[in-house]
C-alpha cells in the first residue's frame, strides 16, 4: 500500500463507518420472514439436514440410517464412489505405499486404477508439478502475501495467461487443466509461503526446491518446505492420509457447491477453482483449524496445572464465553453432518497418537483427549443433548500439521491441495450431467416505495 492510499484510507475511514451503519440498519430481515416464506437459511431444514439440490455420485457423507421406519444416528461414514475411506487408508497404509494419488484416480474416473493405470497417473502429475517458465519469478516473487490462500488464488488466476486454451470447457481440456491444477498447487503454496518468509521476516535465505518426480503429493510438500528436504516415512505417511481425508466431502460443502454453481456458468476452470479458493478461506470452512490450534495455545497459557477438574472448569469457561475469543465455541467439536461421530476425526487421531509418539508430544496427544472429552459432556449437559458431541477433523489436523512443522499459514492450503481433486471431479460431473446454470430463488421482501426527488428528501 503506497502512501496516498493509506491517506485516502484515513481520510475516509469515519465516512465509510456511517455508511456501513446505514447499510445495516437498511438491511434487516427478521427471523419470522424466513419462517413465514418456508426459507431453510443456508440450505438447511429445521432439522439440520442440507436441502436437496442436486445429485452427485463421487462421494457420500452417512451419518443416519432408516432403522424400523426412524430415522436413527449412526456413527459417521465418509465413501469416495462407494468406498468407504476407511479402507482406502488401511489397504494403502498396509501394502506400505501413499494413497493420496489413488484417491485422485478413483474420484476423478470413477474406479480404482490397476497397478499400470496408477504408474501411468502418477507420472503424469509427475510432468505437471513443474510450474510454467519464469512464474515463480514473475508471479510468486514478485507479489508475495502474508495470506496464503489468497495468493494461491492469485496465482491459480495468473495461470490462466499461461493456458493456451484457457476458456475451452470441452472434458478432455478441463480435465488437462485440472490435472495440472493437482499437481501444481502443492508447489504453489510451498513457493509462496517460502517467498513471504524471504522478503517479510529475518529468514535470510530463500530456497526453492524443485519437485522430485519419484515422490509422491506428501513427500513433495515436506521436500518443498523444509530447507534440509528431510522428513521421516512416517510423517509423509500422515500428511498423505491427511491429504486423503480431505480429497472430497459431498457436494454439499460450501467450496465444492461453489464449484458447481461457477462451473453451471460455463465459466473457465482457473476462475471456477478461484471461487472455490475463496470459499474455503472462510474461518467457518477451511480454517477451522487455525482456530482450534490457538484455542489449545489458549489452554496450555492459562492451565497451568492440566489435572483434569482444571481442564474441565476452563473448558465450561470457554463454553460460557468468558475466555478465549468469547464466542462459546469449543472450535473442532460437533460437525453439521455427522451425528455420532465424524470418520475423519477418529483415522486421524489414530495417526496424531502416532506421530505424538515419534515427536515425544504424547502429554499435548492426551491433552487433546481430555478437551474432547471434557467438551463433549459439558456441551451435552449444557444443551440437554441426548448424543454425545464428538470431535470432528478439524480438532486433530491442526495438531498434526504442528508435529508435521508445518507453519499456521499453510493449514487451510493444505486443507486446498487436497481438496482440489473433489473440486475437479464436481466440475466434470457438472459439465457432463449438469447442463442447467443453477440459479435458486430468493424472495424480495422490501416493500414498495415511491421515488422521491432529491429536494424533498
Not at 22 to 31: G, Q, R, V, Y
Not at 145 to 165: F, G, I
Not at 351 to 373: D, I, M, P, Q, S
Request: with cysteine; charged share 25%.
Amino acid at each position: 500500500m503506497d502512501f496516498n492510499e493509506a491517506n485516502l484510507i484515513v481520510k475516509y475511514s469515519h465516512k465509510i463507518s456511517e455508511l456501513a451503519k446505514t447499510a445495516a440498519s437498511n438491511n434487516n430481515i427478521e427471523t419470522e420472514m424466513y419462517e413465514k416464506y418456508e426459507v431453510f437459511r443456508g440450505l438447511r431444514d429445521k432439522n439440520g439436514k442440507g436441502v436437496l439440490c442436486g445429485l452427485t455420485e463421487i462421494s457420500e457423507v452417512t451419518s443416519w440410517e432408516n432403522i424400523d421406519g426412524v430415522r436413527t444416528p449412526v456413527d459417521g461414514v465418509l465413501r469416495y464412489r462407494g468406498y468407504d475411506v476407511k479402507d482406502l487408508i488401511k489397504h494403502c497404509i498396509g501394502e506400505n505405499r501413499f494413497g493420496f494419488e489413488e484417491t485422485s484416480y478413483l474420484l476423478l474416473f470413477g474406479k480404482l486404477p490397476n497397478a499400470r493405470e496408477l504408474a501411468d497417473y502418477c507420472e503424469m502429475l509427475s510432468e505437471f508439478r513443474v510450474l510454467p517458465r519464469n512464474f515463480v519469478r514473475d508471479v510468486i516473487m514478485k507479489s508475495p502475501s502474508k495470506d496464503m490462500m489468497n495468493m494461491l488464488a492469485r496465482c491459480v488466476l495468473n495461470l490462466y495467461s499461461y493456458d493456451p486454451d484457457p476458456d475451452n470447457v470441452s472434458l478432455p481440456n478441463v480435465l488437462r487443466q485440472n490435472l495440472q491444477l493437482i499437481a501444481q498447487l502443492p508447489m504453489i503454496a510451498a513457493y509462496s509461503y517460502r517467498a513471504y518468509r524471504y522478503y517479510n521476516t529475518n529468514d535470510g535465505s530463500l530456497v526453492i526446491h524443485k519437485p522430485i518426480s519419484e515422490y509422491s503429493t506428501a513427500q513433495n510438500i515436506l521436500h518443498a518446505l523444509r530447507k534440509d528436504n528431510g522428513f521421516t516415512d512416517l510423517e509423509a505417511k500422515v500428511l498423505d492420509v491427511c491429504l486423503t481425508l480431505h480429497a472430497d466431502h459431498g457436494g454439499g460443502n460450501a467450496s465444492t457447491f461453489t464449484t458447481h454453481l461457477a462451473t453451471s456458468t460455463g465459466t473457465d476452470t482457473y476462475s471456477s477453482t478461484a471461487a472455490s479458493l475463496g470459499s474455503l478461506k472462510g474461518p467457518k470452512h477451511g480454517g477451522a483449524n487455525v482456530m482450534v490450534t490457538r484455542m489449545f495455545e489458549n489452554i496450555k497459557e492459562n492451565v497451568k496445572q492440566k489435572t483434569e477438574k482444571n481442564i474441565y472448569d476452563y473448558v465450561r469457561k470457554i463454553l460460557a464465553g468468558k475466555v478465549f475469543d468469547r464466542t462459546g465455541l469449543v472450535y473442532g467439536m460437533g460437525h453439521a453432518v455427522y451425528t455420532l461421530s465424524d470418520p475423519r476425526a477418529e483415522i486421524l487421531k489414530v495417526y496424531a497418537g502416532k506421530l505424538a509418539t515419534e515427536k515425544e508430544r504424547e502429554e499435548e496427544f492426551a491433552l487433546y483427549n481430555l478437551v474432547a472429552k471434557a467438551a463433549s459432556e459439558l456441551i451435552m449437559e449444557e444443551k440437554n443433548l441426548s448424543r454425545p458431541v464428538t470431535p470432528n477433523v478439524d480438532f486433530y489436523s491442526g495438531f498434526v500439521y504442528s508435529m508435521l512443522n508445518l507453519p499456521e499459514a499453510l493449514f487451510t492450503p493444505i486443507f486446498a491441495i487436497a481438496r482440489i481433486t473433489g473440486w475437479s471431479a464436481h466440475r466434470m460431473e457438472e459439465l457432463v450431467c449438469g447442463g442447467k446454470i443453477i440459479r435458486p430463488a430468493y424472495e424480495c421482501v422490501q416493500p414498495k416505495r415511491n421515488y422521491i426527488t432529491l429536494k424533498q428528501r
